[in-house]
């Protein structure tokens, strides 16, 4: 499932450089402001999760990320 996510993310960011969980976000240069509403709107689209820009600033990798979905979703 993560896979599936990493692969959403890739997209929505443009990002064509391998990630994997461990990636550190603050390493891609795509991670700011508009990249924040990118995810925010996959999350809920593909996940039905809603997920706010203060949550996303406390992930510090890809695996956190997916996580925070993870819990919210329950």
Known sequence: MINKFIECFKEALDIEKDITPETNLSELAEW????YISI???IDDEYEVVVNASQLKNCKK????????LQTKK
Not at 62 to 69: M, T, V, W
């Open 32 to 35: 700011d402001s508009v990249g």
């Open 40 to 42: 925010m709107s996959i």
């Open 62 to 69: 890809i695996g956190e990320l997916y996580e925070l979905i």
